[in-house]
């Protein structure tokens, strides 16, 4: 375990975290207005390998060699030139700072969005150390400022990551779908009236990256998934995108717990540890691997039944009713994968500079607007 102290004075900045993988929706932005809530788990840390946040330069200032040595090989609006390894922890986490009065929180809707820099401060030393996130639409977090921070280890060395066996044993599904609530349902707390259900923006963020890899895997030709849950979330997306036609190739489901895929399946859905974030892969070597958080992936291997729903009809006499109706579970719209996940992923496969796919993603305001993202 590991605590991190300001790099000024050395002061302590957060309680004892462990490390984990960064979530693939760390840096979503869901909606309009939504109540979205804290990225982390309580007592952990990710680390975010690539520079995010102020200072920004736009593309046509950036030459085709330097993209291409971060990574990115097609056109973006905008490439971050802060400093990599920025640190993401629960705000709760967080000890002996202070936010900083004037703020900085130019640009922000309904709290704060980080726009203008770190807007917490050490408070023994007043060095701006973190940027606080609480705005509508962003997940809420405190991303540590990778120049201002050290980390240290703690007493006590934390426990070994499980392995995947154990993961099935203890580890928990993200369901598919969750009650949405708008910023201004504060006021009204917990009634239905102010959320609806709708699928889970973790999922629309995971379908969003897979989506690329899926793209990129196919070289052009159709693909298919397996019907039930994964057919919801991908098949629209990949008959609408992918060419008509022609031998299709095969994508399955593998990983703990499931049977090996036929020697036809090309492409291979599998889980990405969430402690490590290490990729799970067969034995013999596959094809494609296609990456899913593993809460995302159980749920789909492993597709549980749908929740009670309330049914109609009257109580018996002095019964007492503790709920207000609440609506079944299920979305309002079919699946649309996150585009700005989508977009983030795919310029950073080197497949991307195919036309046909290149073409998708010139594209992709087009196919948000036709309700595929």
Not at 20 to 41: F, R, S
Not at 164 to 182: N, R
Not at 233 to 251: C, E
């Amino acid at each position: 375990m590991f605590v991190f102290l300001c790099a000024d004075c050395g002061a302590r900045l957060t309680v004892p975290l462990s490390q984990v993988a960064l979530p693939v929706h760390a840096h979503q932005k869901y909606g309009n207005g939504i109540q979205l809530p804290v990225l982390m788990e309580s007592g952990t840390f990710a680390v975010d390998p690539e520079p995010w946040g102020p200072p920004w330069r736009r593309w046509e200032e950036i030459a085709p060699e330097e993209a291409t040595a971060r990574g990115v090989h097609a056109p973006v609006f905008a490439l971050s030139d802060g400093a990599p390894g920025a640190v993401v922890i629960a705000p709760g986490d967080a000890t002996g700072t202070a936010l900083i009065p004037e703020a900085r929180a130019g640009g922000y809707c309904c709290g704060l969005d980080g726009a203008d820099g770190p807007n917490v401060a050490c408070v023994e030393c007043s060095l701006p150390v973190a940027s606080r996130i609480d705005d509508c639409s962003l997940w809420q977090a405190l991303w540590l400022a990778p120049n201002a921070v050290r980390r240290v280890p703690v007493d006590g060395a934390g426990a070994a990551p499980l392995s995947w066996s154990e993961l099935m044993e203890t580890g928990e599904g993200t369901p598919p779908f969750e009650p949405i609530a708008t910023w201004a349902s504060r006021t009204a707390a917990g009634h239905w009236s102010n959320h609806w259900w709708s699928w889970s923006p973790q999922w629309e963020a995971a379908a969003g990256q897979a989506l690329a890899h899926l793209l990129a895997a196919s070289e052009g030709r159709p693909v298919t998934v397996p019907d039930g849950l994964a057919g919801q979330v991908f098949q629209r997306a990949l008959d609408a995108l992918l060419p008509a036609g022609g031998p299709a190739r095969s994508a399955a489901l593998a990983g703990p717990g499931l049977p090996v895929p036929g020697e036809d399946t090309a492409i291979l859905l599998v889980p990405s540890h969430p402690r490590t974030g290490r990729t799970w892969a067969p034995a013999l070597p596959a094809p494609h691997l296609v990456p899913l958080p593993f809460g995302v992936w159980l749920r789909l291997a492993f597709p549980e039944s749908d929740p009670p729903v309330p049914t109609s009809g009257t109580l018996p006499d002095g019964a007492l009713r503790d709920d207000f109706d609440p609506p079944a579970a299920r979305p309002r719209h079919l699946f649309r994968a996150d585009p700005e996940v989508f977009r983030r992923t795919l310029v950073r496969l080197p497949a991307v500079r195919s036309p046909w796919l290149r073409e998708i993603l010139d594209d992709l305001t087009h196919h948000m607007r036709s309700g595929l993202f």
